[in-house]
């Protein structure tokens, strides 16, 4: 999605130009369409752009919310909240982006998990992206879900 001169354009999707005549829009997060974007313009409905709430991955989670329990005291809250947070392979900016975090930061949290063996470490194109190993998924797993 992108706003310029008073023209939101959708990167990609069909080509349709609608005018909202002073109607404005309605922007509604949604953790139920995490993967896209959902543009709602026909009539009864005001117009509204529905788009993926960020930080979705983390409400089904067990102890969401919390401080991470027992593997945060084991290997500190960001630590523990990035190695449960991988639960498919992610790059560095994407993880500092869904975390707030700064990337230099994840990457050296990343450094300690890999040298623990909590994570592996693969290139993609320009990209780094790390995933979970079995010891990773072992403690990220809650012991009542094993």
């Keep these: 999605m992108r706003w310029h001169d008073g023209v939101l354009t959708?990167?990609?999707?069909?080509?349709?130009?609608?005018?909202?005549?002073?109607?404005?829009?309605?922007?509604?997060?949604?953790?139920?369409?995490?993967?896209?974007?959902?543009?709602?313009?026909?009539p009864p409905w005001q117009p509204t752009l529905i788009y993926p709430a960020r930080g979705v991955g983390n409400l089904w989670q067990a102890g969401a919310g919390?401080?991470?329990?027992?593997?945060?005291?084991?290997?500190?809250?960001?630590?523990?909240?990035?190695?449960?947070?991988?639960?498919?392979?992610?790059?560095?900016?994407?993880?500092?982006?869904?975390y707030g975090l700064a990337p230099a930061t994840v990457s050296q949290h990343l450094t300690v998990l890999r040298d623990t063996g909590l994570v592996v470490a693969s290139r993609h194109g320009y990209e780094v992206r790390y995933r979970r190993t079995e010891l990773g998924d072992v403690l990220a797993t809650p012991s009542g879900a094993r």
């Design 66 to 98: 919390g401080d991470g329990g027992a593997l945060a005291r084991l290997i500190g809250r960001t630590r523990a909240r990035l190695l449960t947070g991988l639960t498919e392979p992610a790059a560095t900016g994407w993880l500092a982006h869904r």
């Design 10 to 42: 959708r990167e990609h999707g069909g080509a349709d130009h609608r005018d909202l005549s002073g109607e404005g829009l309605v922007l509604m997060p949604s953790a139920f369409k995490w993967d896209q974007v959902v543009i709602v313009l026909d």
